[in-house]
């Protein structure tokens, strides 16, 4: 078992451009959680997803923020455009049971 | 409004005396708590839990106890070793599932050799 995959691990772009944020899930895990940490707020909940629906959404801080699922093995954040408040590491999270999350190792994004 | 605090930004502690990480939270509806670690570039990893049904649960040198009543929880550990230095977060959930999940700001636990 890889775990939940993230990419790219590090991304830094120029304010005003597109940011997609990957992840790939631990198959056979129904949910599918986007989290970002900052030093100010720790881990925010963005948005989860429950057999590639989205669930709730109220994380997601303005509508420069958007978030997919189009199937079981993958999903997508995107920042459009990005602004350098958004920088931060976005971790992505799966899981099936009762029994907390699997968490990717996260992407860093600097946004300059 | 944040449902989960974690008021002690960082925490130091001898090796092999006791670590205590605390974590405060507001929702009464929470009724599942966790620990996750995180070491620096990786993600957090999930450490111990507990159900509000129990008011401790222990698994090697971590104990978790819970005060419904102070809507306190804690982690304990003992002894502390080196490389347990690492950021701890306090999680919670309502529902009696692990599946939305409430985090604080996270600790810095740092183990002195």
């Known amino acids: 078992d890889a775990g939940v995959i993230q990419s790219p691990r590090h991304e830094v772009t120029e304010m005003g451009q597109e940011v997609t944020l990957r992840c790939k899930p631990i198959?056979?895990?129904?949910?599918l959680f986007w989290y970002r940490q900052t030093m100010m707020r720790g881990l925010e909940l963005l948005i989860y997803?429950?057999?590639?629906?989205?669930?709730?959404d109220s994380g997601m801080p303005e509508d420069r923020f958007s978030a997919k699922m189009p199937n079981a093995s993958f999903s997508t954040l995107k920042i459009q455009p990005s602004e350098p408040r958004d920088s931060a590491v976005y971790f992505c999270a799966s899981t099936q049971g009762h029994y907390g999350y699997t968490f990717g190792s996260g992407t860093r994004l600097t946004v300059v | 409004d944040q449902q989960v605090k974690q008021n002690s930004p960082s925490l130091s502690v001898q090796e092999g005396r006791i670590s205590i990480l605390n974590c405060d939270y507001t929702?009464?509806?929470?009724?599942?708590f966790l620990w996750y670690k995180k070491y620096p570039a990786e993600g957090p990893t999930f450490l111990i839990s507990i159900s509000s049904i129990k008011d401790k649960n222990e698994d090697g040198r971590f104990t978790v106890f819970l005060n419904k009543s102070a809507k306190h929880l804690s982690l304990h550990i003992v002894p502390s070793q080196p490389g347990d230095s690492a950021v701890y977060f306090c999680a919670a959930s309502a529902g009696g599932s692990a599946r939305q999940l409430t985090f604080g700001s996270g600790t810095q636990l740092t183990v002195l050799p």
């Open positions: 198959s056979g895990h129904d949910y």
């Open positions: 929702n009464s509806m929470f009724d599942y």
């Open positions: 997803f429950n057999n590639n629906v989205p669930i709730d």
